[in-house]
């Protein structure tokens, strides 16, 4: 173990009932967590051995299986502020562009109170639902567009600190309102005039992050209709040259692609693979309307896949034709997009249903095993994390502790044996079976009202205790 660590962490040992180690749920299995918030080591408990190893760093999580924290690796935080909102339908009116008038309304609203209000109660909502790490999808970032101030994207930061949750602030580069238009009203609030301006910003921002390791950056092209496709092909030479992950927004409407082709000659997605060097550092959101041999050659070139599916119904884009691109369903990330509702089970089982809802199919997204529970898994974990360029989604060395503390007395996994757990969590689970999470091993309840933690030392049940388990949490 190392020393304790400058911000106060602890190294700590975990011993849940269950631990996911990749293959399945293991009993016996101790996490060994170091000071600076990251897995030691795996140690597994002989069968029958006795259970004499206790150190004063022990926690025994009796009636809990442990899971990675969730990835939410798409996220725009400030739209939790449209929940309720833009769900009344006047003759006409119901599509993805009445919405984004909606969201319009709210971000000439903002001020930087109101943006970190917004902010920390949507990544609070992320850690209730098990979410440990997101990647911020950050375009809202002046106050005032004249002075292009930028004082909105530290107050995200900030919001991920107190929250707190792992955050890997996507920057956004957002130059035009639309293809050869010029930004206007409550967009002049995102604008990025020169990649010059924009790399600038991120230099600032890198020497701002949190210094436990728990912030850091990525690069973003908006989509098509705000960077043109030579600002976008800058913007990822330099994003791949510094070493950093690359998103875009890519084919969620129709009339982006119809927008697109008029002027290149081409549909979004050809444009980038005949223009960039695609590879696993590059994450397109939701692909809806992307042609399938398209699909399959940027996930055959590494590319990830950021599917939104509760937010891709809740605006009626469409579904991504997934089930027609085996290889995809192994670069899937998951992303809660607007936040109109914030459940990660939610959109991993909605990730398949919307497959078997649109193919008539069931297992549209299963494994070479024939297993749907574990392509969910990868996409709410791993996947994000791979899109992200994070040490996280797996409970193994190396990685960070970010995991989730799943409640096996929960009602609605009553009944779940361990080599059922996974599916009747993904696909049953409720948010409240989700008892407690972990960011770089710091521990906080689900429901808990204000940021407290629990102290490290304990963990997310404090044994000794041997209180009763919890029910539905907050
Ligand atoms: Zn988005």
Redesign the pocket.
Known sequence: MTEPHADGGRAQVLAADLTWTGAGFEAGVRVEIDAAGRIAALARRQPGAGDDAVGENLTRLPRRALLPGFVNA?S?AFQRGLRGLGETFPAAAGDFWSWREEMYALVARLYEERLYDLCLAAFREMRDAGITAVGE?HYLHHHDPDRLDFVFDEVVLAAAAAAPIRIVLLEVYYASGGIGRPLAGAQRRFATPSPDLYWRQMDHLAGRLAADGSQSLGAVAHSIRAATPAEIAALHAEARRRGLPFHM?VE?QRQEIDACRAAYGERPMALLLDGLEISDAFTA??CTHTEPAHLERFVAAGGNVCV?PL?EANLGDGIPPLAAVAAARRRLCL?S??NARISMLEEARWLEYAQRLAGERRGALRDDAGRVGPVLLAAATSGGARALGLDGGEIAAGRWADLVAVDLDHPSLAGAEADSLLDALLLGGADGALAASCVGGRWRQAGAQSGAQTDAQTGPEPAAANRPPRGEAG
């Open positions: 798409h725009h999808f927004h969620e959101v939701h939104c937010t992303g997009d607007s």
